[in-house]
């Protein structure tokens, strides 16, 4: 149980074009999803905290405007790189958090992003 | 700010030896952690968790020893195999209510020599 899955698994797109990355609950409802930036060789660094049916919660330093993240429903969030250029080339993952009574994420298999 | 800071960046263990990865903490109001491993590629997955009332909890070959006073925090795995080569997260969730934030560590690489 627990799992968490990310469409596409990989991604190369042009610069000024814009991406958007699934992030699913498979077997659970997620009333909270997180998002993450990963640079090669360094930690996992939070963009935002996702809520299904209200505005995200984004981390000093994003902006809301660059990444779009919507959350739809209890089992889909999605984050959008709108105008994408090549220093937005990382490695995205999103996380769920099963219930509210928990504190454990359960994490996606990432998304790697790489703008030409 | 506080942050979850390790003191290894890269541990080479014997297959076979048992492994120790290291954490620091600073965030004395920080009450639950968690171990993750994350492989080349891929996701972050959770191995182990203990929160703040506990000092000592046991998996299947892991152990997650946890020292309040010194904030540290301590993984050890046994009997390390080459599938356990990967970099490993500590990571801490402040008592925040319903908004739980996760801090990562910085990591540390094992690498298993067979």
């Known amino acids: 149980g627990a799992v968490v899955s990310q469409h596409p698994s990989w991604v190369i797109c042009k610069s000024g074009t814009s991406v958007k990355i699934e992030c699913r609950s498979l077997?659970?409802?997620?009333?909270?999803m997180f998002w993450y930036r990963q640079f090669p060789k360094q930690s996992l660094m939070l963009m935002a905290t996702?809520?299904?049916?209200?505005?995200?919660?984004?981390e000093q330093g994003v902006e809301k405007d660059k990444f779009l993240i919507n959350h739809a429903s209890l089992t889909l969030s999605t984050l959008t790189v709108t105008s994408a250029h090549p220093e937005d080339s990382s490695f995205y993952i999103c996380?769920?958090?099963?219930?509210?009574?928990?504190?454990?994420?359960?994490f996606g298999p990432g998304t790697r992003l790489t703008v030409l | 700010g506080e942050s979850v800071g390790l003191h290894l960046p890269t541990l080479s263990v014997q297959e076979g030896d048992n492994s120790i990865i290291n954490c620091a903490y600073s965030?004395?109001?920080?009450?639950?952690f968690i171990w993750y491993k994350q492989e080349s590629g891929k996701g972050p997955q959770f191995i182990i968790d203990?929160?703040?009332?506990?000092d000592k909890r046991q998996g299947q070959r892991v152990t997650v020893l946890l020292n309040k006073t010194v904030k540290h925090l301590s993984l050890q795995i046994a009997a390390t195999q080459p599938g356990d080569s990967a970099v490993y997260f500590c990571?801490?969730?402040?008592?925040?209510?319903?908004?739980?934030?996760?801090?990562f560590g910085i990591g540390t690489k094992l690498q298993v020599i067979p």
């Open positions: 203990i929160r703040s009332n506990m």
């Open positions: 990571a801490e969730i402040p008592h925040s209510g319903g908004y739980q934030k996760v801090t």
């Open positions: 077997d659970f409802q997620a009333t909270t």
């Open positions: 996702s809520n299904e049916g209200s505005k995200a919660t984004y």
């Open positions: 996380s769920a958090r099963v219930s509210a009574g928990t504190d454990t994420q359960y």
């Open positions: 965030n004395s109001a920080s009450d639950y």
